[in-house]
């Protein structure tokens, strides 16, 4: 914004103000302006749109265009670019609106910003005239886009993506994936699944996500030789979150922050583990020989989409006990209630 002060009463005027006070005034015919101190007068001030800024002004040194300041010369630029168009103009009803215009600051340099501009700031001028000065001012604006130099772009157009922002639990994800790579070697063996079961087990098979990751951390802390190496209470809480949420064999429930184990039996982390899925043994109908999962899901949609917990865990339960012979099935009724119970919140989750 540009500031005026009068030569004759030393009024302090912004330039929407500076052409109404030398009109009321006979005395006040010149005006100064604040930071280039260069005087004008009622018609010259018109072509005074942008001035130099403090820091330019009194740190010429150290002084640095930022990307403000490029965009202020682009628009500078435009305006110079009307100027040209007014002593090129040939037409007076054009000339006349383009003087008027040419003291604004902010005039648009796309066609239908610059059309909602006249009409709200010349509300009589019909839209075949305001159609006629942007074709006056728009080969003028391919000159000031070549003259202007264009900013230099940060990150090249692969790196430019439309993706949503990213939630909670992906940014939780991705920390977890960077603290893998950066993991020391004497350190993975407290991250491992063996360890974290061994951990589980002495807490009775199932615990809360606090209690374990303090019990975990508590021996890994003493087990790092520098506090310059030892990861903080938020790194590892992500690191072992990660390695829990990763793994088919702990059930991880976000509702309560409570952690159980699959199976009692982890052998070894290289060989496979069966996962609970495929508790239901092979059959000919291919509805029964499916995962407890897809079960679970065929079961709501034969319902209609809507069924109770209770109903689904009995239907579901009924299903794996008809479907396998009574000498393959080697859990109770209970047994597979519960784990349906424990697989269908897993599955709403």
């Excluded at 839209?127 to 772009?153: D, F, G, R």
């Excluded at 239901?280 to 079961?299: A, R």
Aim: aromatic share 6%; glycine share 2%.
């Amino acid at each position: 914004m540009v500031v005026f002060v009068c030569s004759q009463c030393n009024a302090t005027l912004k330039k929407s103000h500076v052409r109404n006070h030398l009109l009321s005034s006979r005395r006040c015919s010149l005006v100064s302006c604040v930071d280039c101190h260069k005087d004008f007068d009622k018609f010259s001030v018109e072509s005074h749109c942008s001035c130099i800024s403090e820091k330019e002004k009194y740190d010429k040194a150290n002084y640095l265009k930022s990307s403000k300041s490029n965009n202020n010369s682009k628009q500078a630029e435009w305006v110079r670019r009307i100027e040209d168009a007014i002593q090129n103009c040939e037409s007076k009803r054009h000339l006349f609106i383009l003087q008027n215009i040419r003291g604004n600051c902010n005039v648009p340099q796309k066609k239908k910003k610059f059309e909602n501009f006249m009409r709200s700031k010349y509300r009589k001028i019909p839209a075949e005239t305001i159609e006629e000065i942007w074709k006056l001012l728009e080969p003028l604006k391919q000159k000031t886009s070549s003259n202007v130099p264009l900013k230099a772009q940060k990150y090249s157009s692969s790196d430019v993506t439309n993706d949503e922002p990213k939630t909670k639990r992906q940014k939780l994800e991705d920390t977890c994936e960077a603290y893998n790579n950066c993991l020391p070697e004497n350190e993975c063996h407290l991250m491992s699944l063996r360890h974290i079961q061994d951990v589980l087990t002495e807490l009775g098979g199932k615990a809360t996500f606090s209690s374990l990751r303090k019990q975990i951390y508590r021996t890994y802390k003493t087990s790092v030789l520098s506090p310059q190496e030892c990861m903080t209470k938020k790194e590892f809480k992500a690191k072992l979150l990660g390695v829990i949420q990763g793994s088919e064999y702990f059930i991880f429930s976000p509702c309560d922050g409570m952690i159980s184990m699959v199976s009692d039996d982890l052998v070894t982390e290289s060989v496979p583990h069966p996962d609970i899925s495929l508790i239901i043994c092979q059959n000919d109908k291919p509805h029964y020989s499916e995962s407890l999962k897809k079960l679970l899901i065929n079961t709501i949609n034969d319902a209609g989409g809507r069924i109770s917990l209770k109903k689904l865990v009995k239907r579901a339960s009924s299903h794996v006990l008809n479907s396998n012979d009574q000498k393959e099935v080697s859990l109770t009724k209970e047994e597979v209630k519960s784990k349906i119970v424990e697989k269908s919140i897993k599955v709403s989750l």
